[in-house]
Every structure is written in C-alpha cells, then in structure tokens.
C-alpha cells in the first residue's frame, strides 16, 4: 500500500506545515501541497514536496501545474483558480481540470483554492481537495482546518481527512474503487 500526504492553503502558517511533515513525512511515499504557501518556492519546508502556484502565491518558481506518477498512480496536481476551480453552488468547478487531467492521463487530480475539504469521482478520475489548515471554509469550517492523506492498494482509493491535531475525521473519509 502506497500513502500521499496532500496540504494546501496554509496562507503563511508555516508552523502548521512543519507539524504536519512532522507527523507524517517518515510515513507517506509522497507529499503534495496545492497552492496558496505565501512563502517562497525555494523555502527548506518544500525540499521532496511536489509544490504548485496558487493565487495568493508571488513566487514564479512555482509550476502552474504538474504530474506526477508514484507508485503507479498518475497525479495531476494544480491550486485551481486557472482552472475555474470555485464554483458558486458547490464544493468545486472540476470540468476545466477533468480535462487538464486526461491530458496527463492521470487517474487523482489534486487541487485547493477552495479551501473546502473533499473527495468525489468524477468523468472517471479522484479529485481530492484537501481543504485549508489554516482559513476553512464550507460545511464543516468549524473543524478548524483539514488536510488529507490519500492510501492506495491494488482495489481501492481510501481518503482520510485530518484536523490540526491530526486526529483522523471518518465521517469524512471517502472509500472509491481504483
């Protein structure tokens, strides 16, 4: 079984990110952080982090987007506000990065911006948003913050969402055929 911590919008928390990579660098076989750092692209807290730009973001060295293969699961991985990722009545837009992702062929699309934690299938492909550690927003703003870990066997996508604390949410936890 393959594991991928996923973090996004910390807007300038570091300390939280640290916590996080703390807790479960030693234990994932990749980490993704989509967007929204406000730090710099060359910062230490990113070295073996897939990284990309999101809005609030002034660092060019950070990609627009990226994919990425681990474990023999194809990522796609970008914030989402230059894919039209916020969507006024729901949890997320995913038609403009559905189409980026099968242009990479990639099986998970990874994306933030929203901050509002989630993971659905859609046109085929697992889009997981990891929500904000630190400005949530949507039903379930008053955890105070999540981020995801995604685990994967031969059969099944498994996504676990976190708090802060990094106490495990299972209400929240999605279960999909890979």
Sequence with gaps: MSQFLIVSDIHGDRAIFLDILKQWQSRVD???YDGDSELPADDKVFEGVSTVIGNMDDDTDFVD?????????????THGHLYDATSLLGWANLQQMSRAAD???????????THKEGAVTYQGKL???PGS???????????GGTYAVLSVNETQFTVTFYNRRHEALPDLTVIVAR
């Design 30 to 32: 990749g980490i993704f």
């Design 103 to 113: 242009e990479a062929n990639a099986q998970v699309v990874l994306f933030g911006h």
């Design 127 to 129: 889009f997981i948003n």
């Design 65 to 77: 987007a990226r994919a990425t293969t681990i474990d023999g699961v194809a990522f796609f991985q």
């Design 133 to 143: 550690t630190t400005i949530p927003k949507g039903a379930h703003a008053n955890l």
